[in-house]
């Protein structure tokens, strides 16, 4: 039986400073199989086309066809992944990767996603209409359609687009929020247990563990504020230097379809990569590490 500790994020640094190789092959691993599954939207970005589709909407149509392979590909090894970490921790877990297991963890990773579809449904379709909208040929249709939101309140286009952002931004809160009720479950040791055991032993967790595992994903989002503010910080001076024409709809749209369309100078996504690799990267096996920490082992609540 392993000693119980109270910092997930101190067992989590002795697993990544004492297992460092391991560590970064599952990370080197767990990066290459993402790349893979977002093939299609990576090519829609760099080539600004998609195989005849409409231009305004190639990266949409990128992302919608990389979503198949991120199931069939990154969430079933995400499974994988979390049973690595338990392995690093000194837990006995099948990590092996063959074709037994394969299924198991995809048969598991569908049901996650089944389970989340009802919190990320909502931001998928908000996002959506957004994306649809927002970069459409003739300006005055996403410019009208801002304004009738806005117009509810009474405030015009400036309060629609203030309403449409928030509306955007609580839909994806409630998607993380959804999303992270299923990291308990990816934790659980599927191939032993099942699927059913393990989701009740998730429950069980989330129920036992929820101050321990709230402080985690807190720390860990501290850890990310960073790299955040830095990315932020970065399409916010790319913003302020595109030419303005005076009128506040007409610059918050082209400054909407330049962000939607990825339409970058080169510095743009250099800075970003630099400011990932430095911030964001070395600190990502960490979170991952101490989350598995707040998951998997016995720890006392320092509360």
Not at 174 to 189: D, K, N, P, S, T
Request: net charge positive; charged share 15%; with cysteine.
């Amino acid at each position: 039986m392993h000693a119980s500790i109270k910092s997930p994020h101190r067992r989590g640094w002795q697993v990544y400073k004492n297992k460092f190789p391991q560590v970064l092959l599952t990370l080197m691993f767990q990066l290459v199989i993402r790349g893979v599954a977002f093939v299609p939207f990576i090519y829609s970005v760099i080539t600004g086309q998609f195989f005849g589709f409409n231009k305004n909407y190639v990266i949409a149509y990128g992302f919608l066809f990389s979503l198949p392979l991120y199931v069939l590909l990154v969430m079933p090894l995400r499974f994988q992944a979390a049973a690595k970490k338990a392995q690093l921790h000194g837990f006995t877990q099948d990590a092996s990767i063959n074709g037994r297991n394969y299924l198991a963890w995809l048969r598991a990773a569908l049901v996650r996603l089944l389970r989340a579809l009802p919190f990320i449904l909502p931001f998928f379709v908000c996002a959506g209409l957004y994306y649809y909208i927002m970069p459409y040929p003739d300006f005055t249709v996403p410019m009208n359609a801002i304004t009738k939101i806005g117009d509810v309140i009474g405030k015009g286009f400036l309060g629609g687009a203030i309403m449409t952002v928030l509306v955007i931004l609580l839909s994806a809160i409630l998607a993380a929020c959804g999303w992270l009720r299923g990291v308990a479950f990816e934790h659980q040791a599927v191939i032993e247990q099942g699927i059913g055991h393990s989701l009740n032993r998730a429950r069980d967790v989330r129920k036992r563990r929820k101050h321990i595992i709230r402080k985690t994903v807190f720390k860990n989002a501290l850890l990310t504020f960073p790299a955040i503010i830095g990315v932020a910080a970065v399409i916010a001076m790319y913003l302020m230097s595109l030419p303005r024409v005076g009128m506040l709809a007409l610059d918050y749209l082209n400054a909407a379809a330049n962000l939607l369309k990825f339409e970058f100078p080169s510095t743009v996504p250099i800075a970003i990569a630099g400011i990932l690799l430095v911030l964001w990267l070395p600190l990502l096996p960490l979170r991952k590490l101490a989350l598995g920490a707040a998951m998997t082992e016995q720890l006392q609540d320092s509360e």
